[in-house]
């Protein structure tokens, strides 16, 4: 069983929903957690980091953590064709600057 | 601000050869992390190098290696290359703190035929 899970999608939805993504862990030393945005042959890019339980908007996206149920999940409001990406979710112990990844969810928005 | 420059940016090597991937980091940044994607088996980490000296290692064979030079530029190696190799090699560039102030690179693709 992998440390992280995520939902594998593909996920496709119309312009202007709300996205929900998903991801479980194992690991509890897990204390920081990311959610990154990867477009086709690009590098991941960082959109929305947390520490602790609970939720942090910024803009559009919205992280919430729950340490207890040991899931994160990352919502897009409003969402546009530009949101079509892969979204990969990853957790560090301390900063020791080894992520674990989840498996990435592809997302599709139609206009 | 110059980003996380990888070269080359593709590349194509035969099975049984040995590749080197170069990383330039951010101005300032001492901290280069490397990381293989895959379509199987995802993005798994491969080592971290902070002033000159590896501090973490994933689960690699050690037909991959790397180095840091003093400037914080990052070279990955692999020998004897597999199939398997094939991949997306991504580095990551940190200052302070954990990854959450990382930026990746847009990576060196890798086909080994």
């Known amino acids: 069983q992998k440390e992280v899970e995520q939902d594998p999608g593909p996920l496709s939805v119309p312009e202007g929903a709300i996205v929900s993504l998903n991801c479980t862990y194992s690991n509890s030393a897990f204390q920081y957690f990311m959610w990154y945005r990867q477009y086709s042959r690009k590098g991941p890019e960082l959109l929305m980091y947390t520490y602790s339980s609970g939720n942090k908007e910024d803009g559009r996206f919205t992280a919430q953590v729950d340490k207890s149920s040991k899931y994160i999940s990352l919502f897009i409001r409003d969402s546009q064709p530009s949101d079509s990406a892969t979204y990969l979710c990853?957790?560090?112990?301390?900063?020791?600057?080894?992520?674990?990844f989840g498996s990435g969810t592809q997302l599709t928005v139609l206009p | 601000k110059a980003g996380v420059t990888q070269t080359p940016r593709y590349l194509i090597k035969t099975r049984g050869q040995q590749v080197t991937l170069s990383c330039s980091p951010i101005?300032?940044?001492?901290?280069v992390s490397w990381y293989q994607q895959t379509p199987g088996q995802g993005l798994q980490f491969l080592f971290e190098?902070?002033?000159?000296?590896?501090?973490n290692k994933g689960n690699f064979p050690g037909r991959f290696s790397g180095r840091q030079f003093s400037n914080s530029r990052s070279e990955m190696n692999v020998s004897t290359l597999e199939l398997g190799d094939s991949a997306l090699y991504l580095c990551a560039s940190t200052g302070t703190g954990g990854s959450w102030g990382a930026f990746f690179g847009q990576g060196t693709r890798l086909t080994v035929v």
């Open positions: 190098y902070f002033s000159e000296t590896q501090r």
């Open positions: 990853a957790m560090e112990i301390g900063s020791a600057r080894q992520l674990t």
């Open positions: 101005s300032g940044h001492r901290s």
